[in-house]
């Protein structure tokens, strides 16, 4: 294994977008591009962890060093991540759609000239909760992200408390947010690292520091622990 701040360490992480079938051809996805949470992968490998990579459908290759699971639903990143687990930390970046289709088609559904399809819609499990609420095999730091439009602060601190998450990364997916090529897709990211211990902002950065900056953290967070 690489030396370095995680060695011996496992770290799981999600990332990219779900993609959830309306029938064999369409889907619901997003704009997540995946390169905030695979740049988080990469950094935890090359401060000597053992990475998981749970990745919805992406444009990127792997990171190097790195074990990838690729998905594409939000039921299947969940039973990869539950699959992955145990882990030391793990770090939820995915955009993972909050809805999925009732039912699915079995064929492509046919313009005919008659009625709108109606898309029923139900709710996926949410995975960041799911793990940071086991009261078993829960990694010892659960770090959630937060996607918001507005109120990104506020809105990050109650899905914290909400989710059961250690930490909580808050970026603003605006097209106020001043990023250029935007926080979803593009290449910089500014954030507000939540924890119980206060709300701290980060300057605007590349997503590569960004992910070292976190890594950082988490490194030194596992390390002051003491193991049980
Ligand atoms: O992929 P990029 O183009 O680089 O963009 C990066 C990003 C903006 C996607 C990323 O930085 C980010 O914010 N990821 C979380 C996006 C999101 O879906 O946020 P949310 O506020 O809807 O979800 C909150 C948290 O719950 C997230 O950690 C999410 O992974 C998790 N979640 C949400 C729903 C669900 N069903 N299961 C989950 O695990």
Not at 40 to 57: C, E, F, H, N, Q
């Amino acid at each position: 294994s690489v030396p370095g701040p995680l060695a011996g360490r496992h770290v799981l992480v999600t990332s990219g977008p779900t993609h959830e079938p309306i029938d064999p051809v369409r889907y619901i996805a997003n704009r997540s591009s995946g390169k905030q949470g695979h740049a988080i992968a990469a950094a935890a490998a090359k401060a000597g962890a053992r990475v998981t990579l749970v990745s919805g459908p992406v444009n990127l290759p792997d990171p190097v060093g790195v074990t990838v699971h690729h998905v594409e639903t939000a039921r299947q990143m969940q039973a990869a991540v539950d699959g992955a687990l145990p882990a030391d930390a793990a770090i939820f970046a995915a955009a993972v759609a909050d809805w999925r289709v009732a039912s699915e088609a079995g064929e492509k559904m046919k313009k005919d000239g008659g009625a709108l399809p109606a898309l029923a819609l139900t709710e996926n499990p949410d995975i960041l909760a799911g793990v940071a609420q086991r009261t078993e095999g829960r990694p010892r730091l659960v770090v959630g992200f937060a996607a918001e439009t507005q109120n990104v602060v506020a809105y990050a601190t109650a899905k914290r408390a909400r989710k059961g998450c250690d930490w909580i990364v808050a970026n603003d997916v605006s097209a106020q947010s001043g990023i250029e090529g935007g926080v979803m897709g593009g290449d910089r990211n500014a954030v507000h690292l939540i924890s119980a211990e206060g709300v701290e902002p980060w300057p605007v950065a590349s997503k590569t520091q960004v992910a070292e900056r976190l890594v950082a953290r988490i490194a030194a967070f596992l390390g002051s622990e003491t193991s049980s």
